[in-house]
C-alpha cells in the first residue's frame, strides 16, 4: 500500500507497530533501497539506511541499540561502529553519515517517507 504526497515524497506502509518488537528494528526494500526502522520506546521510531558503510553490508537493522548519553544509536552487529539514529552520523566521526528517513504511525501502521 502506497500514499503518495508529492511527485518528490511517497510515504510507503510497512508493517504494523507491532511487528517490530521493542528495541529491535526491521528491514525493509523501499525504492531499491534497504532502510532499518527502529523500535526505541513504544511510539517513538527511527528509519535509517540499512547499509553500514564500513563493512558494505546491510546489517544495521540487526544492530544493537541503545543510548550515548541522551542520543539514540545503533552499532553494527558486525564491528560495532555505532550511528546516530535522528541524524544518522557516526558518533566517533561526524563526517561520516548514512541516510535518514521519516517515520510515522498511523492507526497502527508504520510508514516510511521514500
Known sequence: MTQTLTREATWVQICTLNDIVLHAGVAAKV???QIAIFRVEENLLYA???FDPFTRANVLSRGI???RGDVYKVA???LKHS???QTG???DDPSVTIP???VRVEDGK???RA
Open 65 to 67: 541499540i541503545g543510548t
Open 48 to 50: 535509517i539506511s540499512n
Open 89 to 91: 552520523e557516526y558518533l
Open 83 to 85: 550511528f546516530n539514529l
Open 31 to 33: 525504492n531499491g533501497k
Open 76 to 78: 553494527s552487529p558486525l
Open 110 to 112: 508504520v510508514w516510511v
Open 100 to 102: 535518514t528517513y521519516e
